[in-house]
């Protein structure tokens, strides 16, 4: 397995995972939905950057994608 195999294969397994994660919280405070918009807003980068061949892009916003997620849920304004 090549190196970009690899890749391709983690920004998939994390893409299905993100959009699990993002199906099952919400925002509930106004920086939460702050949050949660900019969540969307990386996941989204992520496609347009795996769709055009950029496969580091798309996994460095998948990254940004699960730290907002991480620490929205931490500081708990999302859940």
Same mark, same amino acid.
Request: proline share 3%.
């Given at each position: %397995? #090549?190196?970009?195999?690899?890749?391709?294969?983690?920004?998939?397994?994390?893409?299905v995972?993100?959009?699990e994660?993002i199906?099952?919280?919400k925002?509930? #405070?106004?920086?939460?939905?702050? %949050?949660?918009?900019?969540?969307? @807003?990386?996941?989204?980068?992520?496609?347009? =950057?795996?769709?055009?061949?950029?496969?580091?892009?798309? =996994?460095?916003?998948?990254?940004? @994608?699960? @730290?907002l997620?991480?620490i929205?849920?931490?500081?708990?304004?999302?859940?």
């Amino acid at each position: %397995m #090549t190196l970009e195999d690899e890749l391709l294969s983690e920004i998939q397994k994390w893409s299905v995972k993100l959009n699990e994660s993002i199906s099952e919280v919400k925002p509930v #405070t106004p920086d939460g939905a702050k %949050m949660f918009a900019n969540i969307k @807003a990386y996941r989204d980068d992520s496609v347009h =950057f795996l769709n055009s061949g950029e496969l580091i892009k798309s =996994f460095e916003s998948l990254v940004w @994608a699960w @730290a907002l997620l991480e620490i929205g849920r931490d500081l708990r304004h999302i859940q």
